[in-house]
């Protein structure tokens, strides 16, 4: 215990320090993003929407421990509801804010529906089966020509606003997608503390001794599954908004396996580890255009080199919201 | 008011692990199960908690049918267990450990906690602080917040009894809890589960250290390929001849293990001891 004891005497000083240079970071990527060009702003969305994603789907691989990689699914879900509820595809035009309601809710049912038949697998097998779910929704997206367009997709979405203020240029959408971020990382985060959140580490641990314990393990799992595709969702609808066109060419496989990666690089079951794997390998491929093909080698090194340095992510588990708040306002 | 076990039987094929057994066990007891390896005892519990399924008969607490029930539901009927083989959340901490078993009683109200953060503190803290009383009982209170796969096996032993007993059940099934433990964790094991037996539980113990069994036990049932052979107090189990003969096996010459027993019986006195 005494050991213990230092160490935790001597660790604030330096939690203090990453903490503030962690809020600063953000506050002046924050602040500089007005004056950024449109195409840099452009790139920051799509970092915020891949950070919206891999917070969702880290409830279920990161937080109850299994394996989907079929994840896309729920994005394309979100995506095409705003695709089919805003453009003259099918004549509907209702207003953004609605149709991410109907999104999410859309989503949580998708989100149930994949994971009652899968709830009896762990593993590879879970992994395969949502693969598989993945592509399914892509194909049938593929082939409802009279419902989705097809391949071609839906073009001439309407433009997005809520309550009367048009959202419309990157720099909107910037803020949008941090808000929702902001939002969405509190409310998982906050879940992720709850009874719920320990019954999901449970499960992760240990699923028949956490039946044992009494934990209903079904509803349990269909909660971590409906909550993360009505975040996947919510992402899809505002991704659709902001390009004002959907196609199924966006919700590939590769698509999925990009977000697992971005978990697992940064670190499982970290929301923090999210934001640095999806800067990792969002940003990066970006920042590396210049250099065509080479980048994907790049990247591949750095990932080797990464997964051999850092074997449980670049982010500690430990360095969570909770510490954050504490390195920045003492106690 | 007790824990019924009426003609149980578990059959996996051809074998059968478990044949017709009926027995009942009293609260304010400790109840010893012994027998050789394979004689059934394991099957036992894991039957009463639910982690295997019952063939034929039936398993009745207070009444209510278990049998029937799934496994979580039957921990939420007040039966709580530990395993032969540790089984505790490893990448969680002791306290975690603890703390999630509040989930049945509690996750009615987890959107609250989600929403509003005095309650979720106040929640957080409450059972916190329930839990640490029970990791005081077992003196791991200085190991609150260490990963419970990175303590000590002796810890992970006493942990576990103490994830077992935050929903202060009506039944607490310990399957071997002194396997791998030495000598002075066993005597405070042996403190601890004597310092637990209470008017209203049913303390069902699986045990090979039979110095353990005779002590703790207040009645003890012997298992002999999947039959209950005898039941009794430990004077009377050691008494029996039938309990030495089956702890030195069925081999078909009977005369000759009649012999071994009386040699045995005359070297050790009375206990019989095996550990797998």
Same mark, same amino acid.
């Given at each position: 215990m005494a050991?213990?004891?230092?160490?935790a005497?001597?660790r604030?000083?330096?939690?203090?320090t990453?903490?503030?240079l962690v809020?600063?970071?953000?506050?002046?990527l924050?602040v500089?993003t007005?004056?950024?060009?449109?195409y840099?702003v452009?790139?920051?969305?799509?970092?915020?929407?891949?950070?919206?994603?891999?917070i969702g789907?880290?409830?279920?691989?990161?937080?109850t421990g299994?394996l989907?990689l079929g994840?896309?699914?729920?994005y394309a879900?979100g995506a095409?509801?705003?695709?089919l509820?805003a453009?003259p595809?099918?004549g509907?035009h209702?207003p953004f804010l609605?149709?991410?309601l109907?999104?999410?809710?859309?989503?949580a049912?998708?989100g149930?529906?994949?994971?009652?038949?899968v709830?009896?697998l762990?593993?590879d097998y879970?992994?395969?089966?949502t693969?598989g779910f993945?592509?399914?929704?892509?194909i049938?997206?593929?082939?409802?020509?009279?419902?989705t367009?097809?391949?071609q997709?839906?073009?001439?979405?309407?433009k997005?606003s809520i309550?009367?203020i048009?959202?419309a240029?990157p720099?909107d959408?910037?803020?949008?997608?941090?808000?929702t971020?902001l939002?969405?990382?509190t409310?998982v985060?906050?879940?992720?503390?709850?009874?719920l959140?320990k019954?999901w580490?449970?499960?992760r641990?240990?699923?028949?001794?956490a039946?044992?314990?009494g934990?209903n393990?079904?509803n349990a799992?269909?909660a971590?599954?409906?909550t993360?595709?009505?975040?996947?969702?919510?992402?899809?609808a505002?991704?659709?908004a902001?390009?004002?066109?959907v196609?199924p060419?966006?919700?590939t496989?590769?698509?999925?396996?990009?977000?697992?990666?971005?978990?697992v690089?940064?670190?499982?079951g970290?929301i923090?580890g999210i934001v640095?794997?999806a800067?990792?390998?969002i940003?990066?491929?970006?920042?590396?255009?210049?250099f065509?093909e080479w980048r994907i080698?790049?990247l591949?090194?750095?990932m080797?080199?990464?997964?051999?340095?850092?074997?449980a992510?670049?982010v500690?588990?430990s360095f969570?919201?909770?510490?954050l708040?504490?390195?920045l306002?003492g106690? | 008011?007790?824990l019924? @076990?009426?003609?149980?039987?578990?059959?996996y094929?051809?074998?059968?692990?478990i044949?017709?057994?009926?027995t009942?066990f009293?609260?304010?007891?400790i109840?010893?199960?012994?027998?050789?390896?394979?004689a059934g005892?394991s099957?036992l519990?894991?039957?009463t908690?639910?982690?295997y399924?019952?063939?034929?008969?039936s398993i009745?607490?207070?009444?209510?049918?278990?049998d029937?029930?799934?496994?979580?539901?039957i921990a939420?009927?007040g039966?709580?267990?530990?395993?032969?083989?540790?089984r505790? @959340?490893d990448?969680?901490?002791a306290?975690?450990n603890?703390e999630?078993?509040?989930?049945p009683?509690?996750?009615a109200?987890?959107?609250?906690e989600?929403i509003?953060?005095?309650?979720a503190?106040a929640?957080r803290?409450?059972r916190?602080?329930?839990c640490?009383?029970?990791l005081r009982f @077992?003196d791991?209170?200085?190991?609150?917040?260490?990963?419970?796969?990175?303590?000590?096996?002796?810890?992970?032993?006493m942990l576990?009894?103490?994830r077992a007993?935050?929903?202060?059940?009506?039944?607490l099934?310990?399957d071997?809890?002194?396997a791998?433990?030495?000598h002075?964790?066993?005597?405070?094991l042996t403190?601890k589960?004597t310092?637990?037996?209470?008017?209203?539980r049913?303390?069902i113990?699986?045990?090979h250290?039979m110095?353990l069994v005779?002590?703790?036990?207040?009645?003890?049932?012997?298992m002999h390929?999947?039959k209950?052979?005898f039941r009794g107090?430990p004077?009377?189990?050691q008494?029996?001849t039938?309990?030495?003969?089956?702890?030195l096996?069925?081999?078909?010459d009977i005369?000759d293990i009649?012999a071994?027993?009386?040699d045995?019986?005359?070297?050790l006195?009375i206990r019989?001891?095996?550990?797998?």
């Amino acid at each position: 215990m005494a050991a213990a004891d230092t160490l935790a005497a001597a660790r604030p000083p330096a939690n203090r320090t990453i903490s503030w240079l962690v809020f600063a970071i953000a506050i002046a990527l924050i602040v500089a993003t007005p004056f950024l060009p449109n195409y840099h702003v452009r790139v920051l969305n799509s970092l915020l929407i891949y950070i919206l994603l891999g917070i969702g789907l880290n409830i279920v691989i990161g937080y109850t421990g299994l394996l989907d990689l079929g994840f896309v699914a729920f994005y394309a879900v979100g995506a095409y509801s705003y695709g089919l509820l805003a453009s003259p595809q099918l004549g509907l035009h209702m207003p953004f804010l609605l149709i991410l309601l109907v999104a999410a809710c859309l989503g949580a049912v998708t989100g149930i529906l994949l994971g009652i038949p899968v709830l009896r697998l762990r593993g590879d097998y879970l992994a395969i089966v949502t693969l598989g779910f993945g592509e399914i929704i892509r194909i049938i997206i593929n082939n409802l020509d009279w419902l989705t367009g097809g391949p071609q997709g839906i073009a001439r979405l309407d433009k997005a606003s809520i309550l009367g203020i048009q959202i419309a240029r990157p720099i909107d959408f910037f803020w949008l997608l941090l808000i929702t971020v902001l939002i969405v990382g509190t409310v998982v985060w906050r879940l992720e503390r709850s009874i719920l959140g320990k019954a999901w580490a449970a499960i992760r641990e240990d699923q028949d001794a956490a039946r044992g314990i009494g934990i209903n393990t079904t509803n349990a799992k269909l909660a971590a599954f409906a909550t993360s595709a009505t975040i996947g969702s919510i992402a899809g609808a505002i991704f659709a908004a902001s390009q004002r066109f959907v196609s199924p060419e966006s919700f590939t496989l590769q698509e999925s396996v990009l977000i697992v990666l971005m978990i697992v690089v940064g670190g499982i079951g970290n929301i923090f580890g999210i934001v640095a794997g999806a800067a990792i390998l969002i940003l990066l491929p970006e920042l590396l255009r210049e250099f065509a093909e080479w980048r994907i080698l790049f990247l591949g090194l750095l990932m080797i080199s990464l997964i051999i340095a850092r074997p449980a992510g670049i982010v500690p588990r430990s360095f969570g919201p909770e510490k954050l708040i504490r390195g920045l306002f003492g106690k | 008011m007790t824990l019924v @076990f009426q003609s149980l039987r578990k059959v996996y094929g051809e074998v059968v692990a478990i044949d017709g057994v009926s027995t009942d066990f009293a609260p304010g007891m400790i109840h010893g199960v012994i027998g050789p390896n394979g004689a059934g005892k394991s099957t036992l519990i894991n039957m009463t908690a639910g982690s295997y399924t019952v063939s034929s008969g039936s398993i009745t607490l207070d009444g209510k049918r278990l049998d029937k029930l799934k496994k979580y539901q039957i921990a939420n009927s007040g039966i709580a267990r530990t395993y032969q083989n540790i089984r505790l @959340f490893d990448q969680m901490s002791a306290i975690e450990n603890l703390e999630v078993c509040f989930y049945p009683a509690e996750v009615a109200a987890a959107w609250r906690e989600v929403i509003w953060p005095p309650y979720a503190n106040a929640q957080r803290r409450r059972r916190r602080e329930k839990c640490m009383e029970i990791l005081r009982f @077992f003196d791991l209170q200085g190991y609150a917040d260490v990963d419970a796969g990175g303590l000590p096996y002796g810890r992970q032993r006493m942990l576990e009894i103490a994830r077992a007993l935050v929903a202060n059940p009506r039944v607490l099934l310990l399957d071997e809890p002194a396997a791998g433990l030495n000598h002075h964790e066993t005597a405070e094991l042996t403190a601890k589960l004597t310092a637990l037996r209470s008017p209203d539980r049913i303390m069902i113990v699986v045990e090979h250290d039979m110095d353990l069994v005779m002590t703790l036990c207040d009645s003890i049932i012997v298992m002999h390929h999947g039959k209950l052979l005898f039941r009794g107090t430990p004077s009377e189990v050691q008494a029996s001849t039938d309990v030495q003969l089956a702890y030195l096996g069925t081999a078909n010459d009977i005369d000759d293990i009649r012999a071994a027993a009386q040699d045995r019986r005359a070297q050790l006195g009375i206990r019989a001891r095996r550990r797998s």
